[in-house]
């Protein structure tokens, strides 16, 4: 079936670094979101794109939509403890009846 | 976005037994979801919760298995039968607001089998 491909698998940062994580596929999205879920909780939407090249911004998050509709980045920008989860990549298919398919998510653990 | 709340937020259940999950959420909504994260992994949409019939299953997922009540437009059960350890993992419930792409998702429900 469709895949994201999400990388890295985790990261262990020092507080203050920048954090830069992707997703590729070899399939064309209509949209792509970015999601944090912390532990014991659901996946929380951090970020929505919904045209190719677009690049949005959320705080210290910034995210774009590939040019190519096939990959999205999201970077964190001068990283703090409570940044630590897992980040989720979505993507939306046409052809897959506009359902979300989900990357493999990025650990995030940040030394303080 | 909506505010959904899931029941049970934890369960440990015997093997052979059911639990049936509950999905409220605070408005009316069309289209809701329930997906399974098996531990340490992502989310795997299990099926699409219809108002008015039958729940659309993916590939791999059986009604048999999660019989999926949608009665109106703020509620939904998910039931996992006849569970087995491999059955362990969170199962979320979410949503989609008319006309929105994204989905918003409760807490999740956690399940250990034992």
């Known amino acids: 079936g469709q895949q994201l491909n999400q990388s890295p698998q985790s990261m262990f940062i020092q507080e203050g670094e920048d954090v830069s994580m992707n997703c590729t596929s070899s399939?064309?999205?209509?949209?792509w979101l970015w999601y944090k879920q912390e532990p014991g909780e659901g996946p929380v939407l951090l970020i929505a794109l919904y045209k190719a090249g677009e690049l949005t911004s959320n705080g210290r998050l910034t995210a774009q939509f590939g040019i190519t509709r096939k990959d999205s980045f999201l970077n964190i920008s001068a990283s703090i403890p409570s940044d630590v989860g897992i980040y989720f990549c979505?993507?939306?298919?046409?052809?897959?009846?506009?359902?979300?398919?989900f990357g493999a998510g990025t650990i995030l653990r940040v030394k303080s | 976005s909506a505010v959904i709340s899931q029941k049970p937020s934890r369960d440990i259940c015997q093997r052979g037994t059911s639990l049936t999950i509950q999905c409220q959420v605070d408005s009316q909504v069309t289209m809701m979801f329930w997906y399974r994260q098996q531990p340490g992994q992502s989310l795997t949409l299990i099926a699409t919760a219809n108002q008015g019939s039958e729940a659309t299953y993916e590939s791999g997922f059986v009604i048999d298995k999660f019989p999926i009540s949608r009665p109106n437009l703020t509620f939904s059960t998910l039931t996992v039968s006849n569970m087995s350890p491999e059955d362990s993992s969170i199962y979320l419930c979410?949503?989609?607001?008319?006309?929105?792409?994204?989905?918003?998702f409760g807490a999740g429900s956690r399940l250990t089998v034992l």
């Open positions: 399939s064309i999205f209509n949209t």
């Open positions: 979505a993507g939306q298919l046409a052809e897959y009846g506009n359902k979300l398919v």
């Open positions: 979410s949503v989609a607001l008319s006309g929105a792409n994204v989905l918003t």
